[in-house]
């Protein structure tokens, strides 16, 4: 039974341009979460879906920042016009219920210079 | 404001030794406390939880405190070995939304 899967695993990308973060969830699982490690800091909560609808996007930028979880597919973190600032690890869980245990992908680390 | 203070940010602690991570909170709507442990380039995987309705749970040679009354819950490694060493990030659950500690980096000495 395959965990949690993101790509790519590194991912360069130069100011202004858009950066796109992919996560499929474990098999059975319909909620997905997106949390963003600054170095040396913990995980913050950034926006939870469901399938075809989000549950909970308060942690999310409020600009620049979309996800969205398709009925087929993976869920996609999109980052719009990225900045410096943006250089973290991006990490996506997911569950098979709304509070249900939260298993974690191996991340996304986003470089951008 | 931090909703989940850990301590100490790192610790170094000889080969079969126990190793103490505490953390604590202030939200009392907080419902389920989990531990991960994150190796450098992974991603955190879940080590033990609790309820706030149980003062303790072992798994292994890890064990979770809890005191609700004081809202703070703590992580003990048992005879800590050379391949404990991670970060550890405590965590709180409201809802769906996990809200982490800054993490501990552990370092076992052999």
């Known amino acids: 039974n395959a965990g949690v899967m993101q790509n790519p695993r590194h991912l360069v990308r130069r100011r202004g341009q858009e950066a796109r973060l992919r996560c499929s969830p474990m098999k059975g699982h319909s909620h997905v979460y997106w949390y963003r490690q600054l170095p040396e800091e913990g995980l913050k909560f950034m926006v939870y879906?469901?399938?075809?609808?989000?549950?909970?996007e308060s942690g999310m930028p409020k600009e620049r920042f979309s996800a969205e979880f398709p009925k087929e597919g993976p869920s996609i973190l999109r980052i719009q016009q990225v900045v410096r600032g943006d250089s973290a690890a991006y990490f996506c869980a997911s569950s098979p219920g709304r509070v249900e245990t939260q298993y974690f992908g191996p991340g996304t680390r986003l470089l951008v210079l | 404001q931090q909703q989940v203070k850990q301590s100490p940010q790192s610790l170094i602690v000889q080969k079969g030794g126990i190793s103490i991570i505490n953390c604590a909170y202030e939200?009392?709507?907080?419902?389920?406390f989990p531990w991960y442990q994150q190796f450098p380039g992974k991603g955190p995987a879940l080590l033990i939880a609790i309820r706030p309705d149980v003062s303790e749970k072992k798994e292994g040679r890890f064990t979770i405190s809890f005191n609700k009354s004081a809202k703070q819950f703590s992580l003990h490694i048992m005879d800590s070995q050379p391949g404990d060493s991670a970060t550890y990030f405590c965590a709180a659950r409201e809802g769906s939304t996990l809200t982490f500690g800054k993490g501990t980096m552990l370092l076992v000495s052999p």
């Open positions: 939200n009392t709507a907080f419902d389920y």
């Open positions: 879906l469901q399938k075809e609808n989000i549950i909970d």
